[in-house]
């Protein structure tokens, strides 16, 4: 049987010590190769949905399925490793740039995938906008466009099933903003990437088709596709 | 050896006039210590006493289950030491701590007073005792320096650990730094004690036992297993009780729970 590649059924979810819940029994379903783009203004729950979906939050309520597994059921760090989240403010860690892209591969769930070779990062960093980036300097003196592009680029590297990217250009300039669009969009033709994003821009995918929902009055609303 | 000078109540009055000195100082100089002093100073002497009786009877008394009781209440004494000093309310960390330490400090004393001393029987209250008040005093410590540090490292660098879920990290791979730091931490005191003693201080315990007439020879064999033990038993009870701490501090899907302050 062919599953979606994620599905979400009736998810509620409430902040401790609030008394309504952001989203309630809301329904998600996401094909591979889609690119989600949800809107919606700020405290309308749109990070936590994301959240929820990589397992960064504890869920309460709702059922979430990747490729027709319930999520709970998944190693979290496997889950992760197949679902990739690149939060609003980009971390990166106090080392060169090479040594942040290199990160995953640290981690147990992905030493066994191939380590990217040095000339096919450089050619990545010419790729994400960051042809002016060495893979020797310190990462954490990039501006915050370069640091988000490199996040992204990071994800991308341990090849995931899905990205969702919180607020990707919220604290962005326009031109930088420009850019991070511009390689999303990007992935999800060339490299067939499923990507959710969550913004409260008034962005809308200009190269490719994306679906297009709205997360008002605690549930998800469709735009237009 | 000459026999020990007994210290008169009269003389031990005098010892007061350090603490006179302390409350110039704090008024002198606006410190506004001198309540804490006071209270300091009057709690030791009555803490002090009151030990000095209860030990007295005890080593007296030859009383298995009272030897143990007594140790369970110095251990839950620490406990409550360490519970006015980590101000955690999200995570339940008091009852495994205090488990922990219990089991560790036991198995502790039991070795050093039973096998290393070799005392008959092991719970010899003399020996037992004491043994096991400089454990739970030293490890105490190192506790709560740890504790504190992890709960408050895994909330500042809370960005940064769930950064590293992200990105495929189990929960002991994001908060592998913050748990060293938060051990280390611990673990400095004690082997900075090692480092130092001999030539920077004489410790408690050998001043205490050539004060009372012991071979200074003798008093360094002693002052040895103890400087051992303290490091040994601060290191693996801390240890452990960072590792079901830091599970605690994540949840069934390996999401951090410390919600930021």
Known sequence: MNHPLLEIRNLSFTYEGA?????????????????????????????????????????????????GRDITLIPPAELRSSISYVAQVPQLVDAPVGENLLLPFAFRVNRKKALPRHEDLRAMLDEFYLDDVTLEQSALKLSAGQKQRLAIMRSI???????????????????????????????????KMTIMTVTHSDYRPETIKGVMYRLENRTLKLMQE | MNQIIDISTGKLLLA????????????????????????????????????????????????????????AVMVISAMSIIKGRVKEKQIAYILPTFLTMLVTYFATAVFVSGMIVGTTPWWEPRYFIPTGGMVIGNSMSAIAIALERLFGELRRQREVVEMKLALGADYREAS???????????MIPSINAMMGVGLVFIPGMMSGQILSGTDPLIAIRYQIVVMFMLVGSTAVTSL??????????????????????
């Not at chain 1, 819940?21 to 994301?50: A, M, N, Q, Y």
């Not at chain 1, 504890?58 to 059922?63: E, S, V």
């Not at chain 2, 599970?247 to 390996?254: K, N, S, Y």
């Open chain 1, 19 to 67: 008394s309504v819940p952001v989203f309630e029994r809301l329904d998600l379903v996401v094909g591979s190769g889609e690119f989600i783009l949800i809107k919606g203004t700020s405290g309308t729950g749109k990070s936590t949905l994301l959240r929820l979906v990589c397992r960064l939050n504890k869920p309460q309520c709702g059922t979430i399925l990747f490729r």
């Open chain 1, 157 to 191: 590297l341990q090849e995931p099933d899905m990205m969702l990217l919180d607020e990707p250009t919220s604290a962005l300039d326009p031109e930088s903003a420009a850019m991070v669009f511009s390689i999303t969009e990007r992935l999800n033709t060339s490299r």
């Open chain 2, 16 to 71: 007061f006039v350090f603490i006179i000195a302390a409350q110039a100082s704090s008024l002198f100089y606006h410190l506004g210590l001198h309540r804490d002093i006071t209270i300091g100073a009057l709690r030791t002497f009555a803490q002090l006493f009151l030990m000095g009786y209860v030990l007295t009877y005890i080593l007296g008394s030859d009383n298995f289950l009272l030897t143990v009781a007594i140790f």
């Open chain 2, 176 to 186: 592998s730094d913050v748990f060293r730091n938060a051990v280390t931490a611990g």
């Open chain 2, 240 to 261: 452990i009780v960072m590792l079901i701490i830091r599970r605690r501090c994540f949840g069934v899907g390996e999401e951090l729970l410390l919600s930021p302050r």
